[in-house]
């Protein structure tokens, strides 16, 4: 059995909390409790479904800045790789992770039998689109624009607190560049964090659109905890004007606090302590009309992952959707979509897949919803993606970012990028962007804490430059 422990030494707090005295004595329980969910969740996916060393994830992803550091720095782990299990303790508090099948790293108690989730085979390597050549394209473009692209490349890995482990080029289905940091390769599934919200809302389209393409956005959503479809007993909750459109905006009105400078706020709550993230969601009070305010909210994510669960019959296909309709059509080899202990998709932030397939998915958008010949996304859709959200400044459509152009002087809110831009973002810098004008995919995924050393926009602007658009 490969059993290794790792017992790291206590620390002493030398601000924010009184005393000299070891901090786990000191430790409130509830800060306790999300640092131990954080520690075993993201350490879990990233040795037990990614294969990485626990020592290269301690050095990265568990060494935040701020209070969360000095406590991260006092848990023990335990890593089981033959049983799929990662345990950490942090004083008093004990969490353990565990390896799913077919659903990535969860953490435990597990409220749902995963022995009866069906077998999901990886999808065959298939021809056409997203079946990339083993090494990018370099005849595709003339030298003086590979010296660019390749300066653009070597500014993305050039800084070591940039912590860049790939970044990906395509254009019109060609690969034309990929470079992976060390100890990364184009096997290696990485954390998308919020980028997973572009994924549920694509896999929402995919669920609801009917025959025609058309889809539900104005409806209520029928959450069983506001009373589904069913009359009110005691007068309508307010929550039940809430509509599909709403929710994919960012718009709901419920009370949510995104704030991930707190960690005690509704954020790492629901994702490393709750036991049920949809219903932490559905739970929170209506603060204000919905679709009068724009307001970014993990919370509103995983509200729609649990409604997307009440739409099955049974959990079996529920789990199975992801892969079904979205990841083996387009080929995805290592894609997962994580759930909560109590079995609903976490679609806010727990999706790891490769670079590549972080490229097959920005791809299907870059060729307006159609792959292999076949149309899988509707033009409806493709169309409200693009539309700004109101109050949001051009900046977000559907749980996609956007570069829309506002205001009367027509001024995109990221100066010097396309308009047509669509934008998966998530936390640590992670980026796929698409520009649907020219056939474009770029990925960029890291670990990244220190913006000094990773400027977004102007990386974008830098790959744009060198392709000559």
Not at 232 to 249: C, E, F, Q, V
Not at 404 to 417: I, T
Not at 422 to 437: I, K, W, Y
């Amino acid at each position: 059995m490969h059993r290794t422990i790792h017992r790291l030494p206590g620390l002493l707090l030398a601000t924010g909390l009184a005393g000299l005295a070891p901090l786990q004595a000191q430790l409130p329980r509830p800060l306790a409790e999300i640092a131990a969910g954080y520690a075993a969740k993201i350490a879990g996916s990233a040795t037990l479904f990614a294969g990485r060393s626990l020592e290269s994830v301690q050095a990265d992803e568990l060494a935040p800045e701020g209070v969360l550091a000095a406590v991260l720095r006092m848990v023990e782990y335990e890593l089981d790789r033959d049983a799929g299990r990662l345990t950490v303790r942090l004083g008093e508090v004990s969490r353990t992770a565990r390896l799913v099948p077919g659903l990535g790293v969860v953490l435990e108690p597990l409220a749902f039998e995963p022995s009866a989730l069906p077998e999901q085979e990886p999808p065959a390597a298939q021809e056409g689109d997203g079946n990339y050549a083993e090494e990018p394209a370099r005849d595709a473009l003339p030298e003086e624009n590979l010296e660019a692209l390749d300066a653009a490349l070597d500014a993305a890995f050039e800084h070591p607190e940039a912590r860049t482990r790939a970044v990906l080029v395509v254009r019109g289905g060609d690969l034309l560049a990929e470079r992976y940091g060390k100890g990364f390769d184009r096997d290696t599934p990485l954390a998308g964090w919020s980028m997973a919200k572009s994924l549920t809302a694509t896999l929402w389209a995919l669920r609801f659109a009917d025959d025609d393409g058309e889809l539900p956005l104005d409806e209520p959503i029928p959450l069983r905890a506001w009373g589904g479809k069913r009359p009110a007993a005691d007068g309508p909750d307010p929550r039940r004007a809430i509509t599909w459109r709403h929710a994919l905006r960012m718009s709901t009105g419920l009370d949510w606090q995104e704030d991930y400078a707190d960690p005690m706020s509704d954020v790492p709550r629901m994702l490393f302590v709750d036991s049920a993230a949809g219903d932490y969601a559905a739970g929170k009070p209506q603060a204000e009309d919905p679709g009068t305010v724009w307001s970014y909210s993990s919370g509103t994510t995983n509200l729609l992952c649990l409604a997307l669960r009440e739409s099955f019959v049974d959990d079996s296909a529920y789990h199975a959707f992801p892969h079904r309709a979205l990841f083996a059509p387009l080929g995805m080899q290592r894609a997962v979509l994580e759930v909560d202990p109590s079995g609903t998709f976490v679609g806010s932030s727990f999706a790891m897949l490769t670079a590549r397939d972080w490229a097959r998915f920005g791809q299907l958008y870059a060729q307006r919803g159609v792959w292999n010949g076949e149309r899988l996304l509707p033009g409806a859709w493709l169309a409200a993606v693009a539309e700004p959200a109101p109050g949001s400044g051009g900046r977000y459509g559907l749980h996609f970012w956007l570069n829309a152009p506002v205001g009367e002087d027509g001024a995109a809110p990221r100066d010097g990028l396309p308009t047509d831009l669509l934008l998966c973002d998530g936390f640590e810098g992670q980026l796929v962007a698409v520009v649907p004008s020219r056939e474009l995919v770029v990925v960029r995924l890291g670990c990244t804490r220190d913006w000094r050393f990773w400027d977004r926009d102007a990386f974008l602007r830098a790959v744009l430059g060198a392709l000559g658009e």
